[in-house]
C-alpha cells in the first residue's frame, strides 16, 4: 500500500459507504477502511496481510473467482463487476456486488488490486420477501389461504407420500405438482404428467405400463411406460377420476407393490416413483355411484390437498393480472404495462367460474385489443364487460360512509389489506376511498 496509500487517499477511502479493500499478486490483503470494518465484522489488523479468502467462504473460492482473475488477467478487460456472498466475522453470510481493478502494476509482476464492496444483503431480502409474498414456484397468490397452500407444499414435498390435489378446474393444480416435485429430493429427476382423460382405455394402459412387441396390433416393438420413465422422479396423474376399471385395478397394485407389468408380459418390473393424483370431480361420490374403486380412493387420498377457486381469494387478482401482463407473448411487439384500477375492479367483480384459467385467457384477450400501455375495461372479453352493471358496482360502493371505513380499519389495526377484504372492496378502492374521506394510513 506504501506507493498508493497514505494519509490522503486513506481520508477518501475513508468517507466511501463502501466497502475498499486492496490485496496484492498473493491475494494478500494490504489495505481495510472503515466502511470495510462495520460491513464485514472484521477488525483491520484481523485481515490485514491475511488472503482474500478470510472475507469469503472457502467453498466457493477455486481459485478463479473473479478476484482472483482480475489478478491473472491484469484487469486487461477493465474492471469487473460481480455479485458473491461474503462471511462476516460472527460468521453469518452477507451478500455483495463487487467492483475490482487493477490499481498499480510493476515490472516485477507486483501488483495491487482495488476492491469496492456494497453490502446488498437488506435489498436481496427484500427483494426475497416480496418475490415469496406473491409467488411460490411460479404459483402465484399473496391471500392468507395460499400461504396456507405454500406452506403445505413445502411440509409435502420433503417425504414420499401419495399426494391428491383436489381442485375446480383451472385452479392450477399441474403448478403445485410441479411445485411439490422440484421442492421434494427427487427435483433432480423427471417429472412426468399423464392425462387420464385423453387416451382410450387401451392406449392409457399402454402410456401408463409400457408393451411388449405384439401385445396387440401395431405394438410393433417393445416399449417404455411412463411410469418406467418416471423412475426416481415424480408422475403426475391428472383428471384421475376418468380412469376406467382395468386401469384403476392396474394403478392399484404400483400403489401397493410399486412395481408393474408391461401389456402382454408376465415379467414383474420395480418403479421407484412417487404418484401425484389430481381430480376436479368429488371422488368419494364416484365410489358412492360404484364409477371408483373405494380401496384406490384410499391409497390415492394418503395427502388430500384442496385448492381454493379463484372467487375465494380475489385479493391475488392484482397479482395474477401483472403476471399474465408481464408474461403476455406479444410483448416483443406491443408494450403492456398494467391494467387501470378500473379494469381491475372489474376482474374483482367478476365470479371466474373457469378460475385462474379463465382470468389467464381475460388478460391476454385484453392484452390483444389494447391499444394503449394500460389495459382498460372495453379490453376484456363482452362476457366481463357486461357481467354486472356498472351502476350496480357503484351502488355498492357508494354506501361506504366515512364512519364505516374507519370502523372496519379500527377492527384491522389500519391494515388495508385486511380492511378491504372484509368491506368486499380492491384494495386500491379501498385506498381511494380513504383519500376521498381525508383518513391517513397508519
Not at 125 to 130: A, I, N, S, Y
Not at 138 to 164: C, H, Q, W
Not at 183 to 189: F, I, K, L, Q, Y
Request: net charge positive; aromatic share 8%.
Amino acid at each position: 500500500m506504501a506507493k498508493t496509500s497514505g494519509n490522503y487517499l486513506n481520508n477518501i477511502f475513508n468517507v466511501l459507504n463502501e466497502a475498499v479493500f486492496i490485496y496484492d499478486q498473493n491475494m494478500k490483503i494490504k489495505y481495510f477502511n472503515d466502511a470495510a470494518e462495520k460491513i464485514t465484522g472484521h477488525k483491520r489488523d484481523d485481515v490485514l496481510e491475511q488472503q482474500c479468502v478470510t472475507l469469503f467462504d472457502k467453498s466457493l473460492c477455486l481459485n478463479n473467482c473473479s478476484l482472483c482473475m482480475t489478478v491473472k488477467e491484469n484487469a486487461t478487460k477493465g474492471n469487473v463487476q460481480f455479485k458473491s456472498p461474503f462471511i462476516r466475522k460472527d460468521g453469518s453470510r452477507g451478500h455483495g456486488t463487487f467492483q475490482a481493478g487493477l490499481l498499480r502494476k510493476e515490472k516485477d509482476g507486483s501488483l495491487e488490486v482495488l476492491v469496492a464492496l456494497t453490502d446488498v444483503t437488506e435489498i436481496d431480502r427484500l427483494k426475497q420477501e416480496l418475490k415469496e409474498s406473491n409467488s411460490f414456484r411460479n404459483i402465484i397468490g399473496k391471500s392468507p389461504m395460499m400461504g396456507e397452500l405454500f406452506d403445505a407444499i413445502r411440509n409435502i414435498a420433503v417425504y414420499d407420500s401419495t399426494v391428491l390435489l383436489n381442485g375446480e378446474s383451472g385452479t392450477g393444480k399441474e403448478l403445485v405438482a410441479r411445485a411439490i416435485h422440484h421442492e421434494s429430493p427427487r427435483a433432480d429427476n423427471k417429472l412426468i404428467k399423464v392425462n387420464c382423460s385423453a387416451f382410450s382405455e387401451y392406449l392409457l394402459e399402454s402410456e401408463l405400463f409400457g408393451h411388449v412387441k405384439g401385445a396387440f396390433t401395431g405394438a410393433s416393438g417393445d416399449r417404455m411406460g411412463r411410469f418406467e420413465e418416471a423412475c426416481g422422479g415424480t408422475i403426475f396423474l391428472d383428471e384421475i377420476g376418468d380412469l376406467l376399471p382395468k386401469v384403476q385395478v392396474k394403478l392399484l397394485r404400483v400403489l401397493q407393490e410399486k412395481e408393474i407389468e408391461r401389456v402382454g408380459a408376465n415379467v414383474t418390473r420395480k418403479v421407484d416413483i412417487r404418484i401425484i393424483a389430481a381430480t376436479n370431480k368429488d371422488l368419494l361420490n364416484e365410489v358412492r355411484e360404484g364409477r371408483f374403486r373405494e380401496d384406490l380412493y384410499y391409497r390415492l387420498n394418503v395427502i388430500p390437498v384442496q385448492l381454493p377457486p379463484l372467487r375465494t381469494r380475489k385479493g391475488d387478482i392484482p397479482y395474477l393480472t401483472q403476471h399474465f401482463i408481464d408474461n403476455w407473448k406479444g410483448l416483443h411487439r406491443k408494450k403492456i404495462r398494467k391494467a387501470t384500477d378500473s379494469a381491475l375492479g372489474r376482474l374483482m367483480d367478476y365470479h371466474w367460474p373457469g378460475n385462474v384459467r379463465e382470468l389467464e385467457n381475460a388478460i391476454e384477450h385484453a392484452c390483444v385489443r389494447c391499444d394503449s400501455e394500460t389495459i382498460k375495461p372495453k379490453d376484456f372479453p363482452a362476457y366481463l364487460t357486461h357481467s354486472q352493471p356498472a351502476q350496480t358496482i357503484r351502488k355498492k360502493r357508494k354506501q361506504l360512509t366515512r364512519e364505516s371505513v374507519l370502523e372496519v380499519l379500527s377492527k384491522t389495526g389500519y391494515n388495508q389489506t385486511q380492511a378491504a377484504q372484509l368491506l368486499d372492496l380492491h384494495r386500491i378502492t379501498l385506498w381511494r376511498k380513504m383519500k376521498e374521506f381525508n383518513i391517513a394510513p397508519r
